[in-house]
């Protein structure tokens, strides 16, 4: 069956390490575990490749970062073979890897600097035995999906070693993710990444990236596995996961979404049902005036979404560019859940957004997990992005009032 996901995953051979809770405030970097990360103030990308030391595969949507090109040229210095998946054609980029008038005649083709260090490591990584493919839509997306990207942000390190891990992160390996002051981003985002080194979640990886890597059509439900799939998403199979994790939270409990934005109803009715059963919900989305005053169309669309969620009593706030991270204006790029009932506490954490093309379309990568401490770690960055006194409502998002003067007015 034909599929598409996107993700990065990273594996590491660094040793396990207890983390501390995050607080609300600036977090101190960890040394590399496995758990959750805050990406723009603990890097675990860099750690994870500055780690690895026999293989590193990488599926991705964007990666032009220079500190993580710079690591990918060490690890080939040190004799790491390198593969990489990549989305041929991400929106707004110039860089097309697999463009033959960009990577022929990068600078006749007018693009920069940064995007002819991207075309040189594509062309090192390939002399030193290595693989960089594009994600093969033609093959890997599903038939009843008009746009289809791979957008998942995956590393996988030394498969096949004592030392395997899995990297998975809701950012991509640019600068806004890694808030890399040094190339001057307009914004910093908001991202998290989730590090494993569970066997049955590295093989199913193995095989998908492999499979992906072959870009010849193969049954990704098949390849996963059914027992793999209570511990991971992969897109196009991120729907019914989803959805499940949020009807299975109980009465009493609790349900907390952070997201680019929510624009899938049955999700989003989910998220309604669970709260008509008793179950506290609050939500986090980037803000409504982050690319520009909103247009008419797109209030009509926000009082859609937004509207029954107030009548519901589910707690939205926005994500503004007011609301730093790193020292820079914030934005919302992160994709969590993290549900409590008698049970306990789960999360989940992803590339997926909430659109129909990354639950049903897209390759897209995420994780489940409910370790106490590494489920209080993002709890407690979510809340403190949500009670945030700089976040804000649906309705002053629509007006902009804490995004001015990210857009000059």
Known sequence: MKASI???????????????????????????????????????????????RKTIDIEIYE????????????????????????????????????????????????????????????????????????????T???????????????????????????????????????????????????????????????????????GDLRGQTYDLEQTLGPDVQKKITVSPFSLKPLVGFVQSVGSGGT???????????????????????????SVMVTSLCSHGRPKERDVKKAKVEFLPFDAAGIHTRMFPSQLHVGGKPGYMHAKTIVVGDQRGKRAWVGSVNGSHNAMNCNREFGIFFDEPGQVLRLENQMKADQDNPDAETWEESLRCVKDKASHGE
Do not use: W
């Not at 907390?256 to 919900?281: G, H, I, M, S, T």
């Open 140 to 210: 890997l997306c599903t038939d009843n999906c008009k746009h289809c990207f791979e957008h998942g942000k995956l590393l996988l390190g030394d498969l096949g070693t004592r030392t395997a891990a899995a990297l998975i992160s809701t950012g991509n390996f640019n600068s806004t993710n890694f808030c890399n002051l040094k190339q001057h981003p307009a914004v910093c985002n908001r991202d998290y990444s989730y590090i494993t080194r569970d066997e049955a979640v590295l093989g199913a990886l193995g095989r998908v990236f492999e």
């Open 255 to 281: 349900i907390a979404v952070q997201n680019q934005y929510l624009k899938v109803p049955e999700f989003n009715d989910a998220l309604l049902a669970a709260r008509a059963r008793n179950v506290a919900v």
């Open 63 to 138: 990666m032009d970062d220079q500190d993580f090109l710079a690591e990918l040229r060490a690890a080939l210095a040190r004799g790491v073979r390198v593969r990489l998946v990549k989305e041929p054609a991400p929106l707004g980029s110039k860089c097309l890897y697999f463009d033959s008038a960009v990577a022929n005649d990068p600078i006749g083709a007018g693009v920069g600097e940064a995007c002819q260090a991207e075309l040189r490591l594509v062309e090192d990584i390939r002399r030193a035995g290595g693989a960089v493919v594009p994600f093969n839509k033609e």
């Open 6 to 52: 996107c993700c990065l995953v990273l594996l590491c051979n660094s040793v396990a390490l207890a983390q501390t809770p995050l607080t609300p405030g600036p977090v101190a970097p960890t040394k590399l575990g496995d758990g959750v990360y805050v990406n723009a103030t603990e890097l675990p990308t860099l750690d994870f490749v500055r780690s690895a």
